[in-house]
């Protein structure tokens, strides 16, 4: 499985973006897939998750603030991310993963670089 992810960049806080990730390749029936992030020397964390089932699962720093959708016909998914903070900042990765799980992480893709200004 291979994940192209797309839409990082720079905004001011309180702005927001709109990440985007398509997976090609051997796509399973049941799966999940989601954004993990890694701040600079901090540790890599999850940030949302969504199966194809459509039931999602969010870090508590996000909840309220970011969604994560995906279109299992385009094997695609999506994070906006509203209300952005500083401490958002971050590079985000788009993982997938095989079967009933909400940490995703059998494949990844290139990281996308987010920079929130306070």
């Known amino acids: 499985v291979q994940l192209q992810a797309s839409g990082g960049g720079l905004v001011q806080a309180g702005g927001s973006l709109r990440l985007s990730c398509a997976a090609s390749g051997t796509i399973s029936s049941i799966n999940a897939m989601g954004w993990y992030r890694q701040a600079p020397e901090k540790q890599r964390e999850l940030v949302a998750a969504?199966?194809?089932?459509?039931?999602?699962n969010y870090a508590d720093s996000v909840k309220g603030r970011f969604t994560i959708s995906r279109d299992n016909a385009k094997n695609a998914v999506y994070l906006q991310m509203n209300s952005l903070k500083p401490e958002d900042t971050a590079v985000y990765f788009c993982?997938?993963?095989?079967?009933?799980?909400?940490?995703?992480?059998?494949?990844w893709g290139q990281g996308t670089q987010v920079t929130v200004s306070s």
């Open positions: 969504i199966r194809t089932s459509d039931s999602t």
């Open positions: 993982t997938y993963g095989r079967g009933w799980t909400f940490r995703p992480a059998d494949y």
